[in-house]
């Protein structure tokens, strides 16, 4: 078995404050990907990689960078944090392509001042 | 575009009673994979169940399985002798970005009573 870490569980910002979140994953799992779920909604797509180094969009990135300088690890930054995307943010990994199950982190809670 | 479509917002049954929760998709692929996923009241969301295009039987999985009809472009789940720990938001998915990646639909809550 294995396990996503996200760090932190809650951060809180200022409005245009550029954050940045944390996952890890030990599944050894090729892809990762990050979402975004507002409250009551569903999960939209920020970035995924599928592989060290490599990114690609969601239909959500607008207003977010992500980073995968390792196989185990994949950041995301908010550039400049608004009231309007006070979500929960979650990260996801799995083995290959999408036709295999995702492995979900517990999700960082985003708080804009 | 592809898209997903959970029409139900929440749904409440009694223990031990059978749900059935609906699903439509929107894709122009031939072959693709569907997937249902389970969040708990405490955020975990976990896989439950996976349905390939191409296989005409249904799929099933413990107490979940799946009714596939292709033609609909619909693939409810069903969960049979419910438990009161099946009370979840549950998620439909598809592949998409080149089968790299899922769309979710808005979840459809279930609410399970003694």
């Known amino acids: 078995g294995g396990i996503i870490t996200q760090t932190p569980k809650f951060l809180i910002g200022q409005e245009g404050q550029k954050l940045t979140l944390k996952c890890q994953q030990n599944f050894n799992h090729d892809t990762m990907y990050w979402y975004r779920q507002d409250s009551g909604k569903g999960l939209r797509l920020i970035y995924y990689s599928i592989t060290e180094n490599d990114l690609q969009k969601g239909d959500l990135s607008e207003g977010y960078d992500a980073s995968r300088e390792k196989k185990s690890s994949f950041s995301l930054t908010v550039t400049s944090a608004q009231k309007n995307e006070m979500a929960v943010f979650l990260c996801a990994s799995s083995i290959g392509e999408s036709s295999y199950e995702q492995y979900f982190g517990p999700g960082t809670r985003l708080t804009v001042l | ?114």
């Open chain 2, 1 to 114: 575009a592809q898209k997903v479509t959970q029409t139900q917002t929440s749904i409440s049954v009694m223990e031990k009673t059978t749900v059935t929760m609906d699903c439509v998709y929107e894709t122009q692929d031939s072959s693709y994979f569907l997937f249902w996923y389970k969040q708990t009241a405490s955020g975990e969301i976990v896989f439950l169940i996976r349905q390939d295009s191409y296989k005409k039987e249904n799929a099933t999985v413990g107490h979940y399985s799946l009714n596939f009809q292709k033609p609909k472009s619909s693939i409810g789940l069903i969960i049979t002798a419910t438990q009161i720990e099946d009370s979840a938001v549950y998620f439909c998915a598809m592949e998409y970005q080149g089968g790299r990646a899922l769309i979710f639909g808005t979840g459809t809550t279930v609410s399970v009573s003694p």
